[in-house]
T-cell receptor, first 115, second 114 residues
Framework: EPEVTQTPSHQVTQMGQEVILRCVPI?????FYWYRQILGQKVEFLVS????????KSEIFDDQFSVERPDGSNFTLKIRSTKLEDSAMYFC?????????????FGPGTRLTVL | KQEVTQIPAALSVPEGENLVLNCSFT??????LQWFRQDPGKGLTSLLL?????REQTSGRLNASLDKSSGRSTLYIAASQPGDSATYLC?????????????FGTGTRLTIIP
């Protein structure tokens, strides 16, 4: 069964460094998302992406964050200058509303630790 | 602003029992509701999705119902097994065209006692 994959599974970085989290959505999906979950808290929406542009973003997704689909398979989240409070599990998700299903499929997540 | 709440926060039941998990949301203008399972330190596995026009969905031992007007959904698990132990999350999608973001609940941590 197709699945969303994410790399790396765990990323440790120093405060102020740039990180890139990578995702490979399900191949025929057209809608892509990033969510995050700070330890012990709710899963929070960050950004949605369709047709090579951001369709919606949350208040969390400030100028330090960016997303990109550099090729036909990868979807990346970049944090330019990490802060301690960016430490969280980051989930990528994808969906294909054109197929008549609205289900968002989530990847296993990348645990980001900012020291 | 949509708020999603799940009660109880934690639940422990003996193996074999049937159980119900609750989800409530403040804004009834939703497009659909999705139930997920999350194992410790892992990603989210989609269990069931109910469109706003539907009343319930079933998959195996799982049955999810939706009462949009009252802002409630329940997830019924029949004949519980130790492998069902996990955190269960519900999430709602708003009706706005082009708005696909999910708003998640607080989760219910379920423990099935062998």
């Amino acid at each position: 069964e197709p699945e969303v994959t994410q790399t790396p599974s765990h990323q440790v970085t120093q405060m102020g460094q740039e990180v890139i989290l990578r995702c490979v959505p399900i191949s025929n999906h057209l809608y892509f998302y990033w969510y995050r979950q700070i330890l012990g808290q709710k899963v929070e929406f960050l950004v949605s992406f369709y047709n090579n542009e951001i369709s919606e973003k949350s208040e969390i997704f400030d100028d330090q964050f960016s997303v990109e689909r550099p090729d036909g398979s990868n979807f990346t989240l970049k944090i330019r200058s990490t802060k301690l409070e960016d430490s969280a599990m980051y989930f990528c998700a994808s969906s294909d509303y054109g197929a008549g299903t609205d289900t968002q499929y989530f990847g296993p997540g990348t645990r980001l630790t900012v020291l | 602003k949509q708020e999603v709440t799940q009660i109880p926060a934690a639940l422990s039941v003996p193996e074999g029992e049937n159980l119900v998990l609750n989800c409530s949301f403040t804004d009834s203008a939703i497009y659909n509701l999705q139930w997920f399972r999350q194992d410790p330190g892992k990603g989210l596995t989609s269990l069931l999705l109910i469109q706003s026009s539907q009343r319930e969905q079933t998959s195996g031992r799982l049955n999810a119902s939706l009462d949009k007007s009252s802002g409630r959904s329940t997830l019924y698990i029949a004949a519980s097994q130790p492998g069902d132990s996990a955190t269960y999350l519900c999430a709602v999608r708003p009706t706005n065209f082009g708005n696909e973001k999910l708003t998640f609940g607080t989760g219910t941590r379920l423990t099935i006692i062998p």
